[in-house]
């Protein structure tokens, strides 16, 4: 149990243009969600963190109108990095609980490559 | 945030023990927990200790936990080149925010 999918697993997207990442709990509902952005040879970084139904809370340093973020259901949030640029290449991933016993369920990730 | 931290880097030879350290800051953490990245891959959650817990052993895998030291490892016995991946370490002071360590990359050699 406690699969999250994350789809698409690598995109390229030419810069200037928008891509979006969905996040999805299998089978469990997650009210909040969160997305890290792994840069190299570094840990993940914590972007922001889903909320379903309200707000998501953004990190100090993260542009919340680059970076859009919406948890319109239980099972399923989105990352939608708008205007990209080849500096937002990165591996985007998300993560749920279905509870704090058993610690957070990573998706397989999202190789972003904006040309 | 939090403070986590481990060495980057670990090579042992297959067959021997691994010792992956981590040192965090919050005295405050409930949950803490190792994950294994392979290339190119999610965070897989290998195990998780709760604060009140001193060891914890799962087949290969042995937990400790120094609470007062702050200190927390992973022992891999019997090193697989299988095993060759980046661990992190993790906690969680409470509510949702989760801290993560730098990662240790270990290598197994044949």
């Known amino acids: 149990g406690a699969v999250v999918s994350q789809h698409p697993s690598w995109v390229i997207c030419k810069s200037g243009t928008s891509v979006k990442i969905e996040c999805r709990s299998l089978d469990f509902q997650a009210t909040t969600m969160f997305w890290y952005r792994q840069f190299p040879k570094q840990s993940l970084m914590l972007m922001a963190t889903s909320n379903e139904g309200s707000k998501a809370t953004y990190e100090q340093g993260v542009e919340k109108d680059k970076f859009l973020i919406n948890h319109a259901s239980l099972t399923l949030s989105t990352l939608t990095v708008t205007s990209a640029h080849p500096e937002d290449s990165s591996f985007y991933i998300c993560?749920?609980?279905?509870?704090?016993?058993?610690?957070?369920?990573f998706g397989s990730g999202t190789r972003l490559t904006v040309v | 945030g939090e403070d986590v931290e481990q060495s980057l880097f670990l090579s042992v030879r297959e067959g021997d023990s691994s010792v992956i350290n981590c040192t965090y800051t919050?005295?405050?953490?409930?949950?803490l927990y190792w994950y294994k990245q392979e290339p190119g891959a999610g965070l897989q959650l290998l195990t998780y200790?709760?604060?009140?817990?001193d060891m914890k052993q799962d087949q290969r895998l042995t937990v400790l936990l120094n609470k007062k030291d702050k200190h927390l490892s992973l022992r891999i016995a019997d090193t697989q080149t299988g095993d060759s991946a980046i661990y992190f370490c993790?906690?969680?002071?409470?509510?949702?925010?989760?801290?993560f360590g730098t990662g240790t990359s270990l290598t197994v050699i044949p």
């Open positions: 993790a906690e969680t002071p409470g509510g949702n925010q989760f801290y």
């Open positions: 919050d005295s405050s953490s409930t949950y």
């Open positions: 993560s749920a609980s279905p509870d704090r016993a058993r610690g957070y369920t």
């Open positions: 200790i709760f604060s009140n817990m």
